[in-house]
């Protein structure tokens, strides 16, 4: 199984609210526009002062793998794009294997979002539209 390019068209809920200044802001369960694949879903979004994090979760076959390229970014509505820092649970550009429960959880940092982004694409590998 090899997935190289993935897109999810994601929307931020306007009516999210935050919890007070300074708090982090969370999306539980995106709702999806559109995608190319279902490699994972995105169960969260969490829009830090630091950070954006995505976290991903597979649902597959024991032993079966898939790999999140280092050149993934997420691009705004506005037409910016936010680079992804780092992964907490995969090693990125590797084959991941998944394991005997067939689950895995998996987090990607990216630059902030601008708080005024209201809907994101996540596009993997460098793909473009």
Do not use: H
């Amino acid at each position: 199984m090899r997935y190289d390019r993935l897109i999810f068209c994601l929307f931020l809920w306007i009516g999210v609210t935050m919890t007070g200044w300074g708090q982090n802001k969370v999306i539980e369960v995106p709702r999806y526009e559109s995608t190319n694949t279902y490699m994972f879903d995105v169960v969260k979004i969490e829009m830090a002062r630091n950070a954006t994090i995505v976290t991903g979760q597979v649902n597959s076959f024991p032993g079966e793998w898939f790999r999140i390229s280092g050149r993934t970014v997420i691009k705004g509505d506005s037409g910016r794009e936010y680079r992804l820092l780092s992964a907490e649970g995969i090693d990125l550009n590797q084959k991941v294997f998944l394991p005997e429960s067939g689950v895995m959880t998996f987090q990607l940092y990216f630059e902030p979002l601008d708080a005024r982004e209201k809907k994101i694409d996540y596009v993997e590998g460098g793909a473009r539209g």
